[in-house]
């Protein structure tokens, strides 16, 4: 069965330095989304790409964090400089297209930033 | 912005009886969707229902919607132990950029 590759798995890093992670969506989904989950809550998008085009990063902090997915597959998120509120699961999902499918989502990346 | 709320936040109960969770929305959906995520992994997708859809089967599973309520519940029959996990319904918004705008979920225990 298809998957969405996430990597790392698990990331920790020290406040102010820069960290990446990326996302690699099932093959021939045109949709791909970042979302951001706080322990105990929902994920919360931070960014959706049509393609390579982004359709919506209005919940994404520009000051600090930036996704591009230059070929319109695999995708990067990286935030610059790290604070300790960026401790989170960060989730990638992809779908064929948008909102009449059910999005597929990769393991995660854990990010604890001390 | 919150979109969906579940109602409860937590649930247990022993293995074999139903379990039943409840999710409202605020705004005009195009559908909603049920999820499950299992500790530290990512979201599984259980079912999706159509805004002019009223209820869905799939397996062990059975989702209402009413949308003059604005209000969704997910039931799943005869509980095992493997269905301990987080669930979270999402609400496809029918403006903008059809963001998928999820709940804070309901935590279900399944007891042997």
């Known amino acids: 069965e298809a998957e969405v590759a996430q990597s790392p798995r698990y990331k920790i890093t020290e406040k102010s330095q820069a960290v990446a992670f990326w996302c690699d969506p099932i093959?021939?989904?045109?949709?791909l989304y970042w979302y951001r989950q706080i322990l105990g809550q929902g994920p919360e998008l931070l960014v959706q790409?049509?393609?390579?085009?982004?359709?919506?990063d209005s919940q994404l902090p520009k000051d600090r964090f930036s996704a591009e997915r230059l070929k319109g597959v695999d995708s990067t998120l990286k935030i610059q400089p790290a604070e300790l509120g960026d401790s989170a699961m960060y989730l990638c999902?992809?779908?064929?297209?948008?909102?009449?499918?059910?999005?597929?989502f990769g393991s995660g990346t854990r990010l604890t930033v001390v | 912005s919150q979109q969906g709320e579940e109602d409860p936040q937590a649930l247990s109960i022993q293995e074999g009886e139903n379990a039943t969770m409840n999710c409202s929305y605020k705004?005009?959906?195009?559908?909603l969707q049920w999820y499950r995520q299992n500790s530290g992994r990512g979201l599984v997708h259980l079912i999706l229902?159509?805004?002019?859809?009223r209820e869905k089967h799939s397996g062990r599973l059975r989702v209402t919607l009413d949308t003059s309520k604005k209000s969704s519940s997910l039931l799943i029959t005869a509980s095992r132990a493997a269905d301990t996990a987080s669930y979270f319904c999402?609400?496809?918004?029918?403006?903008?950029?059809?963001?998928?705008?999820f709940g804070q979920g309901t935590r279900l225990t399944i007891n042997p």
């Open positions: 999902a992809s779908s064929p297209t948008r909102g009449i499918y059910g999005y597929t």
């Open positions: 093959s021939g989904h045109a949709t």
């Open positions: 790409f049509q393609d390579e085009s982004v359709v919506d």
């Open positions: 705004t005009s959906i195009n559908n």
């Open positions: 229902i159509r805004s002019n859809e």
């Open positions: 999402a609400t496809l918004l029918v403006q903008g950029a059809q963001k998928l705008v």
